[in-house]
């Protein structure tokens, strides 16, 4: 199923799941973050209670290599502080935007640990996930860079595809990227 002409307000819950389901067997064929590395990342964080500056520096290397020797910038105390905070915090701005209070951790690396963490409520989001919720009438404008509250804008609509689907959000994070990874015309940036 193709999302190019597809309105979110078109689609009923059938069609969503198939879109959903279709582009989330395609994640394999990109180069988006492994699933089973980011569970196995939320297994240690979950048993740990926080996660390491090496285990943050794996989460950004798997995310994006080229910005992941930032994350050595941070003390070690800092990293496990702030992913400890990160678990009790309310709300999905404050949750972020603590996260990206660490050196090498933007939006969607950011997002990455949350999405570790939770997958039930939180994905992994960048540039093809914007352009994906954009295509299906989510989102009014394309954007390349993101920051907490881009964050939370795309994961409202995250989390109503996953509820109208049943599919976990982070599934329909990896979906929205694969999708947007098959259609896209051009270059990322």
Same mark, same amino acid.
């Given at each position: 199923m193709d999302a190019a002409d597809l309105d979110s307000a078109d689609l009923d819950s059938a069609d969503l799941d198939a879109f959903v389901?279709?582009? !989330?067997?395609?994640?394999?064929?990109?180069?988006?973050?492994?699933?089973?590395?980011?569970?196995? %990342?939320?297994?240690t964080y979950r048993s740990q209670g926080y996660l390491t500056r090496d285990q943050?520096?794996?989460?950004?290397?798997?995310?994006? /290599?080229?910005?992941?020797?930032?994350?050595e910038k941070n003390p070690e105390a800092r990293c496990r502080e702030v992913t400890r905070n990160?678990? /009790?915090?309310?709300?999905? %701005?404050?949750?972020?935007q603590l996260i990206t209070g660490?050196?090498? %951790? +933007?939006?969607? /690396?950011?997002?990455?640990?949350?999405?570790? !963490?939770?997958?039930?409520?939180h994905a992994v989001v960048d540039t093809r996930v914007w352009a994906s919720l954009e295509r299906l009438g989510?989102?009014?404008?394309? +954007?390349?860079? %993101?920051?907490?509250?881009?964050?939370?804008?795309?994961?409202?609509?995250?989390r109503e595809i996953a509820d109208r689907t049943g599919h976990r959000a982070v599934d329909v994070g990896y979906a929205l990227f694969a999708h947007d990874d098959r259609v896209r015309e051009g270059t990322l940036h």
């Open positions: 389901s279709e582009h !989330l067997d395609r994640y394999a064929e990109t180069q988006g973050v492994l699933p089973e590395r980011l569970d196995e %990342f939320g297994e943050l520096y794996e989460i950004a290397y798997e995310s994006s /290599t080229r910005s992941a020797y930032h994350v990160a678990r /009790t915090v309310d709300g999905d %701005f404050s949750a972020i660490l050196s090498g %951790f +933007k939006a969607p /690396t950011a997002s990455c640990v949350l999405a570790a !963490l939770d997958g039930d409520r989510y989102l009014d404008r394309r +954007k390349e860079s %993101f920051d907490a509250a881009d964050y939370v804008a795309m994961i409202g609509p995250i």
